[in-house]
């Protein structure tokens, strides 16, 4: 399954266990402010020294990496429900970012 059939199915997962209320789409605002709130989770788990993933007392799957993966399953659902080729838009920018300079020419970390 490429990247694109995989966004169309967490999209599907999300709209059966009630993520898209009624069919409705979050606004764009809302996925961003939800990949954001995944991050901080990530960020938290990291603070607190979690390691990069483990299963707590309920199987529930955890974890720094969980987290990483939490924020990108709603930016799949977000290109599942609007008909986003996101396989194809990483593999151009992924081939862009190899053309780059060295720090896009002297950018800080």
Not at 40 to 62: F, I, N, T
């Amino acid at each position: 399954m490429n990247l694109t059939e995989w966004s169309k199915e967490v999209n599907k997962t999300a709209v059966e266990h009630g993520w898209h209320p009624d069919e409705k789409e979050p606004s764009f605002g809302e996925v961003v402010a939800l990949c954001h709130s995944e991050l901080s989770e990530a960020l938290q788990a990291y603070r607190e020294g979690q390691p990069m993933r483990y299963v707590d007392g309920h199987g529930k799957p955890d974890g720094i990496a969980v987290e990483m993966a939490d924020c990108l399953i709603r930016i799949l659902d977000w290109a599942g429900q609007n008909g986003v080729d996101m396989e194809s838009i990483v593999k151009q920018k992924d081939i862009y970012n190899k053309s780059r300079p060295y720090r896009h020419g002297g950018k800080k970390l």
